[in-house]
């Protein structure tokens, strides 16, 4: 049975730092595609940053943000230990959101929301002060 199952939720105060971890277990996360999704309150899933590998080599990395992102969030993975991350800097009270991620078999950076084969069920992240 597939799992992946995130970590690091909590609160912050804006500008502060939290570090997503999503762990996986029963399945082998280096040919798979993984997303970084969040939902706020009566909003739409929204694509927070994606991580694939390249076809190059083993450091061959593609990755993508959402420009509400872009220079706060790192998305990064560790294949060996079969983990993705998300590292947040400088949060925003609009950050605040469940925060999943997703895996789908691929090398391709574009992945429709849709089309991802496997999803955790969710971290809270709420930035207030």
């Known amino acids: 049975q597939v799992q992946l199952v995130e970590s690091g939720g909590g609160l912050v105060q804006p500008g502060g730092s939290l570090r997503l971890s999503c762990a996986a277990s029963?399945?082998?996360?280096?040919?798979?595609?993984m997303g970084w999704y969040r939902q706020a309150p009566g909003k739409e899933r929204e694509l927070v940053a994606v991580?694939?590998?390249?076809?190059?080599?083993?450091?061959?990395?593609?990755?993508k943000y959402a420009d509400s992102v872009k220079g706060r969030f790192t998305i990064s993975r560790d294949d060996a230990k079969n983990t993705g991350y998300l590292q947040m800097n400088g949060l925003k009270p609009e950050d605040t959101a469940v925060y999943y991620c997703a895996a789908k078999y691929t090398t391709r950076i574009v992945v429709p929301t849709g089309a991802y084969d496997y999803w955790g069920q969710g971290t809270q992240v709420t930035v207030s002060s």
């Open positions: 991580i694939t590998r390249g076809a190059l080599t083993d450091d061959d990395f593609m990755t």
């Open positions: 029963g399945v082998y996360l280096r040919p798979y595609a």
